[in-house]
């Protein structure tokens, strides 16, 4: 399929498991982002990749891993997943250019017991 | 750091009233600009963007919105909602030397829209 595919979407998992976020873009853009979705907060930005195996952090990055072998794959791994994580979990990608838009999967639904 | 405004995280209107959306940043270099829309369940897409040139910009679904460089804003508006536009809405701004398109978002609102 065309476009940006998350999977799964929805999990629900218990505190302490790992669990990895996978995302998936057909348009080879170079930066992909992994953003939360809480109530009161808005988006915030989690982790974000320039390129194939360069990675950075964004505002909350804390209990959160990430890489990028390939260009179309970004996944995110929780490491220990806490309650605190339970979350929207938004992925997206765009071309490098700050006037581009950022195109969203529809995201991952987390829950952590 | 760049901050985005928006006022009322939840805004009703009766069907075929005018929206109005607002959007306030912080940045004293003028950014670039975005608003996306989420309804339930689904990711964000966009609704419209203001690069450069005119600043009152047109986007999908009758929504337009007007970049007001002394005011630091960026309101979102459509003259008659529709049932179809209840959902969130989300202003986002990117530095203009930001070449990875950073984004900014602000907290969201949600629109309801009374029949």
């Known amino acids: 399929d065309a476009g940006i595919t998350q999977s799964p979407r929805y999990k629900i998992t218990e505190t302490g498991r790992q669990v990895t976020l996978m995302c998936h873009q057909t348009?080879?853009?170079?930066?992909m982002f992994w953003y939360r979705q809480d109530l009161g907060h808005g988006l915030r930005l989690i982790y974000y990749?320039?390129?194939?195996?360069?990675?950075d952090k964004g505002e909350v990055p804390d209990g959160y891993v990430v890489s990028r072998s390939k260009t179309e794959n970004f996944p995110l791994t929780l490491e220990s997943a806490t309650r605190s994580q339970t979350s929207v979990y938004f992925c997206?990608?765009?071309?490098?250019?700050?006037?581009?838009?950022?195109?969203f999967g529809p995201g991952t639904r987390l829950t952590v017991l | 750091a760049q901050s985005v405004t928006q006022l009322g995280s939840h805004v009703s209107v009766s069907e075929g009233a005018l929206v109005l959306l607002r959007c306030n940043y912080s940045?004293?270099?003028?950014?670039?600009l975005f608003w996306y829309v989420q309804y339930p369940n689904q990711g964000l897409q966009l609704l419209l963007k203001?690069?450069?040139?005119?600043?009152l910009v047109k986007g999908i679904n009758g929504f337009e919105a007007e970049f007001k460089k002394s005011e630091t804003s960026f309101h979102l508006t459509k003259p008659s909602a529709h049932m179809s536009d209840a959902a969130e809405y989300f202003c986002?701004?990117?530095?203009?030397?930001?070449?990875?398109?950073?984004?900014?978002f602000g907290g969201g609102t949600r629109l309801m829209v009374k029949p």
């Open positions: 997206a990608s765009v071309l490098a250019g700050g006037h581009n838009e950022q195109f």
């Open positions: 348009w080879s853009h170079s930066y």
């Open positions: 990749s320039a390129a194939a195996d360069i990675t």
């Open positions: 940045s004293s270099v003028p950014p670039y």
């Open positions: 203001y690069t450069t040139g005119a600043t």
């Open positions: 986002a701004v990117s530095e203009r030397d930001n070449a990875g398109n950073m984004l900014t």
